[in-house]
C-alpha cells in the first residue's frame, strides 16, 4: 500500500498559481494517483486522476514524473473559494484495494 | 437530484449506545464505501460493498456493521458506541469496484459525537 506524504498546509493569494506535491516513494505498477478537494463539512470531491505524465481538465493540472515517486497538482490563479483540504490518494485500479486518504493539504487563499 | 446522500447529519448520543447511519446513492454505481474522519482530518476507508458483496473490510472494532440490502444503499451501525467513536463519517460510491482507478462520489457526512 503506497503512503503518501504531503505538506500539512500551505498560503496563496488570489491570482497566483498553486502547486502541491505528493510524494509517494514506493507506488506500484498499478497504482493511479487521484486528488480530492474538501470544502468544511462537506465530503471530498474528485478534482483529477493520472498515471503518468501529465493531465490537465478545467480545473486542474497534474504532473506526474517518469519515475512516478511524486505528483504535483497546480491550480491555476486560485480564488478565494479554492481553500480547501487537498487530498493525494494512490492506490490500485482493482476491487478491494484499501484506500487511504491521509491528512491532506489545508490550502487558504488569501486576498 | 443529491446523488449521494447520507442521514442523519448529525447523532449526539450516550456511551453505550447504538445507532445507524444510512446512506443512499442515485448514481447507479455498484461500490460503495464508509469512511471515517477524524478531528485531525485523517480520512480512512472502513468497509467497501461492490454489488451487496462486501470487498474491503478494514480493520475496526466489530461493534462496526456494514450492511447493504440492495447497491443503491449501504447503512452503518454501530453496537456499544464509545468516545473514540466520535468523527465525521462519510459514504461514497464509484461506478465499479476498481477502488484506485475509479471515481469515488461522498456524501455530505454525518457527525457522530459520543457523550
Known amino acids: 500500500l503506497a503512503k503518501t506524504t504531503q505538506p500539512i498546509s500551505m498560503d496563496s493569494y488570489e491570482g497566483q498559481e498553486v502547486n502541491i506535491t505528493c510524494s509517494h516513494n514506493n507506488i506500484a505498477t498499478n497504482d493511479y494517483i487521484t486528488w480530492y478537494q474538501q470544502f468544511p463539512s462537506q465530503g471530498p470531491r474528485f478534482i483529477i486522476q493520472g498515471y503518468k505524465t501529465k493531465v490537465t481538465n478545467e480545473v486542474a493540472s497534474l504532473f506526474i514524473p517518469a519515475d512516478r515517486k511524486s505528483s504535483t497538482l497546480s491550480l491555476p490563479r486560485v480564488s478565494l473559494s479554492d481553500t480547501a483540504v487537498y487530498y493525494c490518494?494512490?492506490?490500485?485500479?482493482?476491487?478491494?484495494?484499501?484506500?487511504?486518504f491521509g491528512k491532506g493539504t489545508t490550502l487558504s487563499v488569501s486576498s | 437530484d443529491t446523488a449521494v446522500s447520507q442521514t442523519p447529519k448529525y447523532l449526539v448520543t450516550q456511551m453505550g449506545n447504538d445507532k445507524s447511519i444510512k446512506c443512499e446513492q442515485n448514481l447507479g454505481h455498484d461500490t460503495m464505501y464508509w469512511y471515517k474522519q477524524d478531528s485531525k482530518k485523517f480520512l480512512k476507508i472502513m468497509f467497501s460493498y461492490n454489488n451487496k458483496e462486501l470487498i474491503i473490510n478494514e480493520t475496526v472494532p466489530n461493534r462496526f456493521s456494514p450492511k447493504s440490502p440492495d447497491k443503491a444503499h449501504l447503512n452503518l451501525h454501530i453496537n456499544s458506541l464509545e468516545l473514540g467513536d466520535s468523527a465525521v463519517y462519510f459514504c461514497?460510491?464509484?461506478?465499479?469496484?476498481?477502488?484506485?482507478?475509479?471515481?469515488?462520489?461522498f456524501g455530505p457526512g454525518t457527525r457522530l459525537t459520543v457523550l
Open positions: 490518494l494512490v492506490a490500485q485500479g482493482q476491487a478491494g484495494t484499501a484506500l487511504i
Open positions: 461514497a460510491s464509484s461506478q465499479s469496484g476498481l477502488a484506485g482507478g475509479d471515481t469515488q462520489y
